[in-house]
């Protein structure tokens, strides 16, 4: 029988597909957590193993007919195994549906409900997973290094444990290291956490775990964002260090979406318990497929380069954005992100972030360190570098991206005072815009995506 494709069967659902192609062949990606997965991703992802339900491990599955799915979780765990240098006492989970759901499997794996639970301040580049509350109209205190949160409970972090939150130091926008001792040992949390979004800076993870020794606490050492450039050698990896490691797979590591966890063994009998039956059902096989093809890639001298790649050009966006006066938090990035402090160009992330995809340039608002706005429309924008580098740009085409960038604030700048649908409007109307939309589309021509 032919395979009917999609645009024959579906083609309302068809048309809105190709829609999204278009939009990101012509447009830059500068979002730090997204990427292009290959086609052999793509093919791995798009095949039967999505018909298969496999609840629990290999060899230990509920229903029959997991043979093939054995041989795929055991390849595919194998294959995390070489790619993060796992040591031999240590353990692999690939079933976590995304970085969120493996972040709440270490949670319910080794806490009791109600323990203490310390990670970075969220509006400093936190993670929600790592648990957000707050209280309304409270004004922060900038020099106040430590969150205990407020009465809205945001997540299900907040709502099951008891979060602090520590944040980076006022002048260097790093992590202070003796801060986050202070604060572990006064609160005495059972899992200390590293990691989140915005933190462009490496960490330092043998202090974080005698930090957490210390005290006697789990140490869970998120790396979703910089995943691939730990697999590539090309940041520092907290394996082997750490109590537990979690990751996404499609940031810096150009899979397809999903998670991995990486434990200790005995953590690790905690938290398969917590994933399958704890939290989920069947695991979603053929992304775990996906994966496996995706880390086959990551393992390769190619992949070594491009993570080498992401990180120049992550410094010379910085670095040309810096000479047109936009302030880099942190003075830099050792990563794949950067975030920048509009304060004191008055065009703030919400209005930047829209007026940049207007151009054919698309990043998003974020919180800074320090931050006085609110997250619906806060003073910073956070971009990177794991699309562009995929696409086959380097450093000159940062420089590009970053004279576009400073283009896009000096046109709209005169309008920063508008309410937001009138800012929206005038950029809209913008020949000038327009104009720099054009010249990303003939830049973006040259580098499709395509791999
Ligand atoms: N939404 C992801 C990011 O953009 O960083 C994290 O979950």
Known sequence: MEKPDLQQEDPELYAILKKEETKQQEKIT??????????????????VFMNKYSEGYP???????????????????????????LPNDWAVNVQALSGSAANLAVYLGLLEPGDTVMGMYLPDGGHLSHGWSYEPEEIQDPNNLVYTGGSRKVNITSRFWHVVQYKTNPNTQQFDYAEIEKIAQKHKPKLL??????????????????IAKGVGAYYLADIAHEAGLVAAGV?????????????????????????????KKECMKKIDRAIFPGLQGGPHNHSIAG???????????????????????????????????????SGGTDKHLVLIDLTNKQ???????????????????????QETRSPADPSALRIGTPSVTT?????????????????????????????FESFETHVRQS?????????????????????
């Not at 972030?353 to 360190?369: C, E, F, Q, S, V």
Request: hydrophobic letters at 40%.
């Open 391 to 419: 696409r086959g740009m380097k450093e000159k085409e940062m420089t590009t991206i970053a004279e576009w960038m400073n283009r896009v604030m000096d046109i709209t700048q005169p309008w920063n005072a508008l309410d």
């Open 291 to 329: 994966i496996a093809v995706g880390l086959r890639e990551a393992m390769t001298p190619a992949f070594r380069t491009y993570a080498e790649q992401i990180v120049q050009n992550a410094r010379a966006l910085a670095a040309a954005l810096f000479t047109y006066d936009f302030h880099i938090i």
């Open 347 to 369: 065009v703030f992330g919400k209005k930047y972030a829209r007026a940049l995809d207007y151009a054919g340039i698309i990043a998003n608002m974020n919180t800074m360190p």
């Open 193 to 210: 956490i590293t990691g989140g979004t915005a933190y462009p800076r490496e960490i330092d993870y043998q202090k974080m775990s005698a």
């Open 59 to 85: 060899g230990k599955r509920y229903y029959e007919g997991n043979y093939f799915i054995d041989e795929l979780e055991t390849l595919t765990i194998e294959r995390v195994k070489q790619a993060f240098h």
């Open 431 to 451: 020949e000038k815009i327009q104009k720099i939309a054009e010249e990303v589309k003939t830049l973006c021509k040259i580098y499709p995506f395509d791999i």
């Open 30 to 47: 500068l979002i730090p957590s997204e990427n292009f997965a290959s086609k052999a991703i793509q093919e791995a992802v798009g095949s």
């Open 235 to 263: 940041n520092q990896s907290p394996v082997g260090i750490a109590d537990v490691v979690t990751l996404t797979t499609h940031k810096t590591l150009r899979c397809n979406r999903g998670a991995i966890i990486l434990s």
